[in-house]
Nanobody, 126 residues
């Protein structure tokens, strides 16, 4: 089982950028699809982005498409989320997730994904 630790959260003004990172333990990182989810206060956890095993295929929620970029480095066991043009509505706790099934369906399967990080808080001020 892979273990995940997120970092990079913080406070940023609207229009700014932030880069989140997720470090994974274990030697099987490349066999996992990776995703980012977020949960705002009083709201359900929602899908943000996912990337397949190789890193060549990515998926995004409509709300972040064109602003966020997910990437992975299998040599370093890391996955990142570059967030640009941030908006106050992007404020949330961001979670990294791993799963051995396909990246395209991670959003629908989020209650049963293989592993989750502890989350990192992103606050966007207006």
């Amino acid at each position: 089982q892979v273990q995940l630790v997120e970092s990079g959260g913080g406070l940023v003004q609207a229009g700014g950028s932030l880069r989140l990172s997720c470090a994974a333990s274990g030697r099987t990182f490349s066999s996992y699809c990776m995703g980012w989810f977020r949960q705002a206060p009083g709201k359900e956890r929602e899908f943000v982005a996912a990337i397949n095993w190789s890193g060549y295929t990515t998926y995004y929620a409509d709300s972040v498409k064109g602003r966020f970029t997910i990437s992975r480095d299998n040599a370093k066991n890391t996955v990142s989320l570059q967030m640009n043009s941030l908006k106050p509505e992007d404020t949330a706790v961001y979670y990294c997730a791993a799963d051995r099934l396909g990246a395209q369906t991670m959003g629908q399967r989020y209650p049963t994904l293989d592993a989750w990080g502890q989350g990192t808080l992103v606050t966007v001020s207006s």
